[in-house]
């Protein structure tokens, strides 16, 4: 009798995860892999969310000051000097809604704030987007040349990474900036060489799992070359750990080009971005603190959404981060489970037996046709 009660349990639970199967068959039945991925992410609320408000402050940044020769519709440049007005303040109201003259204030000089903070998002985006980039690129390649070929090749590509993962990427960054005079983008493309360690390190372990697969086995035996069996067989099975970790990669980037900006050796004047803002404006803190707000604000949001869509992206490309409904095992009636489980059996005859049919006689928790009546 005592052990009717685990019985019980453990009979719930295997209706549960065949339910859950035939759930998941239903799901997957006559879709490609990319419709998978696809149907997961939007299913992310947070990640599709993210994504909205970054494309938000990309076209507000974008078309606020617009991009070379052509100038955006808002009527200041990030190098006009207009008069004073309100002592710099912001004159952006909520109640009643009001952009004003100046919406995100004046700088000391009376520079616009605003241009000058959606050109600095101009900047730090393109710089995170050229890193991401070029990080993406170098780690993938000696990721994927290490993992597959092993032996003399991931020795030498594995230490020259260590050579590079063991130096402060806070401190190469900051040896390039200071000497580096070139333009934002050799900004980003020398920035992206010295952050792509930790990619090469994740494609190395992914593809050492990948080349033992049987279809890798198989495309071997059909006579495919190294190259193709890189190009066609596993770097598309790596494509979901290559786009999550780009995104962290990107996110990181921002705050690095920050912290250089900061410190001098990133962005210099005149042209600027989020961090040269907030090192620029760092005396005036206690007098005017709306110089800081805005470009904080800027840098947070935009970190945060690249690492919402990167959380995203990770659960529509790893399957194994589907949400299995455990609180249904303990809330879902018996009976409930039953007939859903024979509900589905019946719509998919074709599924596998699950074996509790012939538990006991008279139902999978031992009951009789009398129990059923009482």
Request: aromatic share 8%; glycine share 10%; net charge neutral.
């Amino acid at each position: 009798m005592s052990d009717q009660p685990n019985d019980t349990i453990q009979t719930r639970q295997r209706l549960t995860d065949e339910l859950d199967s035939l759930e998941v068959a239903a799901d997957l039945k006559g879709k490609s892999q990319a419709a998978l991925v696809r149907k997961r992410f939007l299913g992310h609320t947070g990640a599709i969310v993210s994504l909205v408000v970054l494309g938000c402050v990309v076209l507000l940044a974008v078309t606020s000051v617009g991009i070379g020769p052509w100038h955006g519709w808002w009527k200041y440049s990030w190098l006009d000097t207009p008069p004073l007005q309100n002592g710099g303040k912001p004159t952006l109201s909520l109640f009643p809604l009001s952009a004003g003259e100046h919406p995100f204030g004046q700088d000391t000089v009376g520079r616009d704030y605003f241009a000058m903070t959606m050109r600095g998002t101009q900047i730090s985006l393109l710089i995170t987007l050229t890193v991401g980039i070029i990080s993406a690129v170098v780690g993938v390649v000696f990721g994927s040349l290490s993992g597959y070929f092993r032996g003399g090749v991931e020795t030498v590509l594995m230490r020259l990474t260590d050579m590079v993962i063991i130096i402060p990427v806070l401190l190469i960054g900051a040896v390039i900036g200071y000497n580096t005079n070139s333009g934002i983008l050799v900004l980003g493309f020398l920035l992206g060489l010295t952050t792509w360690t930790g990619m090469a390190r994740l494609v190395r372990g992914d593809f050492l799992s990948l080349r033992e697969r049987e279809f890798v086995d198989a495309a071997r035996l059909a006579g495919a070359s190294d190259r193709r069996i890189i190009f066609k067989h596993i770097l598309p099975n790596a494509v979901g750990v290559i786009t999550v970790n780009t995104t962290l990669l990107m996110s990181s980037a921002i705050l690095l080009e920050t912290s250089l900006s900061y410190l001098g050796m990133g962005v210099k004047a005149p042209d600027t971005s989020l961090g040269l803002l907030i090192s620029q404006n760092q005396a005036a803190f206690s007098t005017r603190p709306w110089l800081f707000w805005w470009p904080g604000l800027f840098i947070v949001l935009i970190c945060l959404c690249i690492n919402f869509v990167g959380d995203g992206l990770r659960d529509a490309f790893d399957p194994r981060q589907r949400k299995i409904r455990l609180r249904r095992m303990s809330e879902t009636p018996h009976d409930d489970v039953e007939g859903a489980l024979l509900a589905a059996a019946v719509v998919s005859p074709g599924a596998v037996r699950s074996g509790w049919e012939d538990d006991a006689p008279g139902g999978p928790l031992g009951e009789t046709p009398n129990e059923e009546h009482r």
